[in-house]
């Protein structure tokens, strides 16, 4: 049997606030969650792993309402594979573009900052 989290457990476990994940619920982006005896919030593995993905999507910088739209088509089944497929490999482009973008100044970075080595290197066997 899967164990059940309350929001708290889920936000803990998730490094985000409760008002965040009721945002979330709020706006779409997560499911409607299912409800304990005493009306809180009850949360399932399944429910982690779609917030965790989620999370993904968000710090890869995907904007939230492709993340909306994800969600909406995920919510509408299996009809909509192709369509979820295509929004990822789209993002995934994105990324990709944003990881070359990074490479480069990466590179750009490094080679100033071998350029004050040389350059401190040089000082100090001028001084006296």
Do not use: C
Not at 69 to 87: C, F, K, N, Q
Not at 119 to 128: A, F
């Amino acid at each position: 049997m899967n164990p059940e989290l309350t929001i708290s457990k889920l936000a803990k476990r998730l490094d985000l606030s409760a008002h965040t994940i009721r945002y979330y619920e709020r706006i779409g982006l997560f499911d409607p969650v299912g409800r304990g005896g005493n009306g809180h919030r009850v949360y399932t593995e399944k429910d982690v792993l779609w917030a965790e993905f989620l999370l993904r999507l968000k710090a890869t910088g995907m904007p939230i309402q492709q993340m909306l739209r994800y969600a909406e088509l995920r919510r509408s089944g299996d009809s909509t594979l192709a369509e979820r497929r295509e929004l990822l490999e789209q993002h995934r482009r994105d990324v990709q573009a944003q990881i070359s973008q990074l490479s480069q100044s990466l590179e750009a970075l490094d080679n100033k900052i071998q350029i004050y080595h040389q350059l401190e290197q040089k000082e100090h066997h001028h001084d006296p």
